[in-house]
């Protein structure tokens, strides 16, 4: 397996970090005077670049180049051995593992130990706000006293989460978010170098829907690549599920064309064809999203392939901004009345009819069928999957093999209706099947594709799937596999990492 292009792309030098340049700054400085601190707490949203910095304030630290101002140079031994990941002095714990704890006693125990290589050891604490009681004395004490040669990184995305006696501890450094701007930039950069070929609006798009999580848009980058075609916007929107349907597309213009029953059609055979309700109407809202930041001078915000931008284009200049502003609201109200309807399409039907101000025959409208079953070939009876080794307990025996749910995945997938091409290929995008007692895990690539799966409707809709194919109820739980190399914390603590792997889900990328 190739390395991540977000490993790959880890920075090595102080002046490739994005975004970060106010904490830097005050690194650099210090690392030039000489004037280190002892215990450093990095704040800041995911994959912004806290570990990143902390193993280059490791290497610099330890840095043998005579000049403090070229430090770290990344070409002596011990930068290069940090770049190899084979630093004794550098201490990374994970405190949201259960190895925490015991890694935490044990540093408490070596602390005292001068560094085996160089002149400082580094430890940096990841997720130090999961850190349980026990565990987090051991860490105040040491920070009250820290040895000289000793330096404490601690790490959080959680800074409320920390408590004063910490924060008062540390030297504090905020990380941000990187500007979406500074992402497109980084990720054609990879891209050049890779040989992806990529559209820029696609990298917007992918930058856009980070938040700010360079490692996210990198990893998306990564993922979208590997389908071996060029990244365009339509492939990017199709994979993270922005992509505007020719559903949404009729209901507008026989709004526009004052067609109620084109656009109820419309509708019906959506949800025939196995739409979700909801899922219309909140992307009938986007839609109209769209056309009001048209009218207000912002097309660029707008993310859509040419032909929808063109039609959007045009649909704006036919409706007034209180026309959009009115259906919105309308449609918008429908999306959260569906929440609990007993007739799911019937806010759908009647959000049009308002919209265009024409009398609904509500007695002629049908039940929304549910889609039929598909042919179901009954699971065989398999054996209990062996789970090799003891380290972590098993807390159920699954409700049907994942193998089983691995081999119908693709075909789950082409008998989605057209009107789900999304979910369809959300579907394709994810990376680890497994199944514990009645749940069934998908492990995604990325924080954002995790939370585009996870959907009320779509999940439902998997549930469905699951059922009408294996006739087993399983609840479904979306994770992230390789954001860390690792699974996260929910997940481990309860032992399904190692029987996720045993199982023979694919983990995308564990090296770390
Ligand atoms: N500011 C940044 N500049 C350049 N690349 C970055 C930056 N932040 C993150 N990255 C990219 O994302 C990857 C992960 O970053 P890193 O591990 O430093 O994030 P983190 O803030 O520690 O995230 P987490 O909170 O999940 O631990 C890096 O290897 C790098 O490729
Ligand atoms: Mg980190
Ligand atoms: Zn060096």
Not at 486 to 497: A, C, F, I, N, Y
């Amino acid at each position: 397996m190739t390395q991540a292009l977000y490993r790959k792309y880890r920075p090595k030098q102080w002046d490739t970090v994005i975004g970060q340049d106010h904490v830097i700054q005050t690194l650099t400085n210090s690392i030039k005077a000489d004037r280190v601190g002892h215990a450093y707490l990095f704040a800041g949203p995911r994959g912004t670049g806290k570990t990143t910095v902390a193993r280059l304030l490791a290497k610099a630290v330890n840095c043998l180049n005579e000049n403090p101002s070229l430090r770290p140079d990344n070409t002596c031994e011990h930068c290069k051995a940090v770049n190899e990941n084979r630093y004794m002095d550098l201490i990374e714990i994970d405190a949201a593992s259960n190895n925490g704890v015991d890694d935490v006693r044990d540093l408490r125990d070596k602390i005292n130990f001068s560094p085996t290589q160089g002149k400082y050891k580094v430890y940096i604490v990841d997720e130090v706000h999961m850190m349980s009681g026990g565990a987090f004395n051991a860490l105040l004490k040491t920070l009250e006293e820290p040895p000289p040669h000793a330096i404490f990184v601690l790490a959080t995305t959680e800074i409320h989460k920390i408590p004063a006696t910490v924060l008062s501890r540390c030297q504090r450094h905020e990380f941000r978010r990187v500007p979406i701007d500074e992402i497109v930039k980084n990720l054609k950069e990879i891209a050049a170098t890779e040989n992806i070929q990529a559209d820029e609006e696609a990298l917007t798009l992918i930058a856009r829907q980070s938040a700010g999580g360079m490692r996210d848009a990198q990893s998306l980058l990564d993922q979208l690549s590997s389908t071996g075609t060029k990244i365009t916007l339509a492939l990017a929107q199709q994979v993270l599920g922005t992509a505007t349907s020719q559903t949404v597309l009729d209901v507008i213009a026989s709004v526009l064309d004052h067609q109620p029953a084109h656009g109820l059609e419309t509708i019906h055979h959506a949800l025939d064809s196995g739409a979700d309700p909801r899922s219309l109407a909140r992307q009938l809202v986007d839609y109209l999203r769209g056309l009001m930041l048209i009218q207000m001078g912002n097309a660029e915000q707008v993310e859509a392939t040419r032909d929808v931008k063109t039609q959007m284009e045009s649909h704006a200049k036919s409706f007034t901004t209180s026309d959009v502003l009115r259906m919105m609201k309308i449609f918008n109200n429908a999306a959260t009345d569906l929440r609990g309807g007993w007739q799911p399409s019937l806010s759908l039907e009647l959000a049009l009819a308002e919209v265009i101000d024409a009398p609904v025959e509500v007695a002629q409208v049908t039940a929304t069928p549910q889609p039929k079953p598909k042919p179901v070939s009954a699971p065989a009876a398999e054996s209990k999957p062996e789970v090799k080794g003891e380290a972590q307990p098993v807390v159920e025996s699954p409700a049907i093999n994942s193998n089983d749910i691995v081999k119908a995945w693709k075909p789950l997938i082409n008998a989605l209706p057209k009107a789900q091409a999304n979910l369809g290929a959300l579907m394709n995008s994810v990376k680890m099947i497994d199944v514990q007692g009645k749940t069934l895990i998908l492990g995604m690539a990325s924080d954002v594709l995790v939370e585009k799966l996870n959907k009320p409707d779509q999940i439902e809709t998997i549930q469905r799937l699951i059922k009408d194919h294996f006739h087993v109820d399983l609840s479904v739980r979306c994770v992230v596999t390789n954001a860390k190399g690792k699974l996260p914390t929910h997940v481990s603590q309860d032992g399904m990492v190692a029987a996720a792997i045993q199982h023979g889900g694919e983990i995308v990328d564990m090296d770390e």
